[in-house]
């Protein structure tokens, strides 16, 4: 994957064959992010969402690192108080998570070297990752005193469970890329080498897909996560009334019954 189009100096986004691609692009930093980068990830996701042409959105990380967090050098310029604290979270660092929920297209973190701190959070809002096998993960924010500050007390349990969730909260401890897959934290581990060809591929199959089937299966998901089941078998209901009423479900049928790959168009 490498993005060609920029879209901010240190984060880039490119779209090829259906798939979006951010990059951040501090690899000397090991890609910490500065209030810009954020603005510009969030924009970068609002983005993707908007433009019909993109069905599968990707985030990684340039040189050997995915996201170490925020950039601690250029926030401690800042003047800091309880409620500047508050509304920088709020109004800017929050809008990627924010972002990343009204996605309702497929997000994937190629999760190339370490994802520490805000660096994993971030990692954490995406539907399904994959890693590098030098990979490591850690929620560090204990180490230095403070509270997850970017969704890992919310995010994490959900993936791995409560008491794994709280471990690693509490001791800040790194996790390699193959504990990780054990916990489930990860879906996929590959060679540092291949990770970049794994995820284009694992990526142009989704996109492959009718996209709006794909699309109302995640959000089927993530309001079957907050509703119960006679909620979610209505929401259903009215998914499959819809979905089968497209010129894609219609091509994905004939494409079955003919032992042919189909072509969508995301009508």
């Known amino acids: 994957m490498n993005p060609t189009e920029p879209d901010a100096p240190d984060l880039d986004y490119a779209v090829a064959d259906h798939v979006a691609v951010i990059t951040l692009n501090r690899p000397h930093h090991k890609n910490a992010f500065t209030l810009e980068m954020v603005d510009a990830w969030a924009d970068a996701l609002r983005r993707a969402e908007r433009d019909p042409d993109v069905r599968v959105v990707v985030v990684t ?146 996109a492959a897909q009718p996209p709006i089937a794909v699309q109302l299966i995640k959000r089927a998901v993530r309001e079957g996560e907050r509703h119960d089941l006679r909620t979610a078998l209505d929401l259903i209901s009215s998914h499959q009334a819809v979905v089968t009423s497209t010129r894609d479900s219609q091509e994905a049928m004939a494409a079955f019954r003919e032992k042919r790959p189909g072509t969508y168009t995301g009508r």
């Open 61 to 206: 990380g340039a040189g050997n690192a995915f996201c170490s967090g925020v950039d601690l050098d250029v926030f401690a310029e800042r003047e800091r108080t309880p409620w500047s604290e508050k509304t920088l979270l709020t109004n800017r660092i929050h809008q990627v998570a924010f972002a990343a929920e009204a996605l309702t297209k497929p997000y994937i973190a190629a999760v190339n070297g370490v994802a520490v701190g805000a660096g994993m959070d971030m990692a954490l809002m995406a539907d399904i990752r994959i890693a590098a096998a030098s990979a490591r993960f850690s929620e560090g924010y204990v180490r230095v005193g403070l509270v997850p500050g970017d969704g890992g007390c919310w995010y994490l349990p959900r993936i791995v469970g409560t008491a794994a969730a709280l471990r690693l909260l509490w001791t800040g401890d790194f996790v390699t890329a193959d504990e990780a897959l054990a916990l489930g934290l990860v879906s996929a581990v590959h060679p540092d080498g291949e990770l970049g060809s794994a995820v284009s591929a694992f990526a142009a199959r989704l």
